[in-house]
């Protein structure tokens, strides 16, 4: 198997080969059809996460170590089994569901393996699809894509649970505004069904979010995909009245906020990770009923995966990208 590698954090991605794993007990091996690139494998090849004020979260400390083949939205083809494997064939094609718990503690066991204490994340801390082949430790994690294009249904295992997930905790749900800093983005995202879209570059852009929702009063729901400083800031500021700002992204940076406007004005700050079990498998059920949404995914190959992050780190990319590592 051909594998590309974070092997020195903060350099590019090295190809490296290793004889082709046999599946043990519930393992189950995958010839990878489809590895989408997420922001966040930037920061796993960077080695930290910015805390702001200078202070890094170092994700050595947080137990992943190199070399690390990253890739945590797959779709691949099941070419084996472990002898402990039940319901699941040779020949399917399946999404893997990366956030992997340790199987034994509260959080896993009611399902909330993204919640887990000492997680074993595909791409992050054990093998994932920047690959040729990859093993899944267990066919629990495994959701078959049916006729959907593997490179359209992998970056649901990543960009469209961690969404999902967040979208869950807005009690109710209204047409949705989008920001962004780039225009291109932005008229991708009207095509897409946005109600409104806003630049977050324009000087006046709270008011402007806050003249589209509730009379002027502000949002009843921010979910910041991105994380950064300044999208937290426009987030927070955007709120009505008993308002929830939910951040998801983790582009990295801080936010200082006043104390008594938080309860005078009931605001709740809660983050979101990913997804759980059980919102991964309400997703694959939601899109099996009502289709993928129109968001533009491009595949490039394996091989391309270094230009591919410079790409996604110069901010040249316009919807998701995926990459074909079997074909
Ligand atoms: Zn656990
Ligand atoms: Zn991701």
């Excluded at 992943?64 to 945590?72: C, D």
């Excluded at 009502?290 to 040249?316: C, S």
Aim: charged content about 20%.
């Amino acid at each position: 198997m051909r594998m590309f590698q974070v092997c020195t954090c903060g350099e590019p991605l090295q190809v490296s080969e290793a004889e082709t794993p046999q599946p043990k007990g519930t393992e189950v091996l995958l010839k990878v059809l489809a590895a989408g690139v997420c922001h966040s494998d930037l920061h796993l090849a960077d080695g930290y996460f910015d805390l702001g004020g200078g202070k890094k979260l170092s994700l050595a400390e947080r137990g992943m170590k190199l070399p690390v083949t990253l890739g945590h939205e797959n779709v691949g083809e099941v070419i084996a089994v472990g002898p402990e494997v039940k319901g699941v064939k040779v020949g399917q094609r399946m999404l893997a569901n990366p956030w992997i718990g340790c199987g034994n503690c509260a959080a896993c066991r009611r399902g909330d393996d993204n919640l887990c204490r000492a997680m074993r994340s595909l791409g992050v801390f054990i093998p994932g699809g920047y690959a040729t082949h990859m093993i899944v430790p267990h066919p629990r994690y495994l959701h078959d894509i049916g006729d959907l294009p593997p490179e359209r249904a992998a970056p649901l295992a990543c960009s469209g649970v961690t969404t999902y997930g967040a979208l869950k905790k807005v009690a109710t749900l209204k047409n949705a505004i989008v920001v962004d800093i780039d225009d291109a983005k932005l008229a991708q995202a009207k095509k897409a069904g946005a109600k409104a879209t806003v630049n977050g570059k324009a000087a006046d852009a709270v008011q402007q979010i806050m003249k589209l929702t509730n009379e002027g009063a502000g949002a009843w729901a921010v979910i910041d995909v991105v994380g950064s400083s300044a999208s937290a800031r426009m987030g927070y500021d955007s709120l009505v009245k008993g308002g929830k700002y939910i951040i998801v992204g983790l582009y990295g940076g801080d936010l200082t906020v006043s104390l008594p406007p938080i309860p005078m004005r009931a605001l709740t700050i809660q983050g979101s990770y990913v997804g759980s079990q059980h919102e991964m498998k309400e997703l694959m059920e939601l899109v099996r009923a009502k289709g993928l949404p129109d968001v533009p995914v491009a595949t490039r190959p394996l091989d391309d995966v270094n230009k591919v992050h410079n790409d996604l780190r110069a901010g040249k990319i316009v919807g998701r990208v995926v990459l074909t590592p079997a074909a």
